[in-house]
């Protein structure tokens, strides 16, 4: 069964710079599997941040970023604020209509 | 402005059948393929469905193979998810999302999504 990684917990201080990544269990690289990504708080909908690697959804702020680091793609957080304390996953596309969510990375900033 | 409304969700149980809907406003419906997500309580995200603008595709995650079935109607601007065999894990959260025509495999909208609970 594929499964995609993420680190389950980060923190960063306000005003830091922080990267989570997204790793798919077969070692394949993510860049080929469109990697998008989705911010969610507590009791909320999930909201969507990037998408095909690296392209802003409509009203993100430019501080969340999305790239290719090695063979995992990666949210980077430029200057964290506190509204950005949240649980953040990554939605890889497999092929054949399939699609998978990592983990989950619950990020605290403090 | 777009808008995704899932409805259905209910206390079922094991082994039963059950629902869920999703209607859609605000776009052109037909235009879109549509997604399943749920949420189980305090976990993360699962892909669960997908099914093409025009209804010819359906794809699934292997954990509800065989006993989830995604469907739409264009016409009433509304997509399905016939849930049967339920067992206590699919205890979650439906969210239905739409997803951009163009292969762009992401979710740009979803819904506040259903609360389906599998329990005797």
């Known amino acids: 069964q594929t499964v995609v990684t993420q680190e389950p917990s980060l923190s960063v201080s306000p005003g830091e710079t922080v990267t989570l990544t997204c790793a798919l269990s077969s070692g394949s690289g993510s860049t080929n599997f469109s990697p998008s990504w989705y911010q969610q708080t507590p009791g909320r909908t999930p909201r969507t941040l990037i998408y095909?690697?690296?392209i802003r959804a409509s009203g993100v702020p430019d501080r969340f970023s999305g790239s290719i680091l090695g063979s995992k793609a990666a949210l980077t957080i430029t200057g964290a604020q506190p509204d950005d304390e949240s649980s953040y996953y990554c939605?890889?596309?497999?092929?054949?209509?399939?699609?998978?969510f990592g983990g989950g990375t619950r990020l605290t900033v403090l | 402005q777009v808008q995704l409304v899932e409805s259905g969700g209910d206390v079922v149980q094991p082994g039963r059948s059950l629902r869920v809907s999703c209607a859609a406003s605000g776009f052109t419906f037909s235009y879109y393929e549509v997604h399943w997500v749920r949420q189980a309580p305090g976990k993360g995200l699962e892909w669960v469905a997908v099914?093409?603008?025009?209804?010819?595709?359906?794809y699934y995650a292997e954990s509800v193979k065989g006993r989830f079935t995604i469907s739409r109607d264009n016409s009433k601007n509304t997509l399905f998810l016939q849930m049967s065999g339920l067992r206590p894990e699919d205890t979650a959260v439906y969210y239905c999302?739409?997803?951009?025509?163009?292969?762009?495999?992401?979710?740009?909208?979803w819904g506040q999504g259903t609360l389906v609970t599998v329990s005797s």
């Open positions: 095909s690697t690296n």
């Open positions: 939605l890889l596309y497999l092929g054949s209509g399939i699609s998978v």
């Open positions: 099914i093409s603008h025009d209804g010819t595709y359906k």
């Open positions: 999302a739409r997803g951009p025509p163009g292969k762009k495999y992401f979710l740009d909208y």
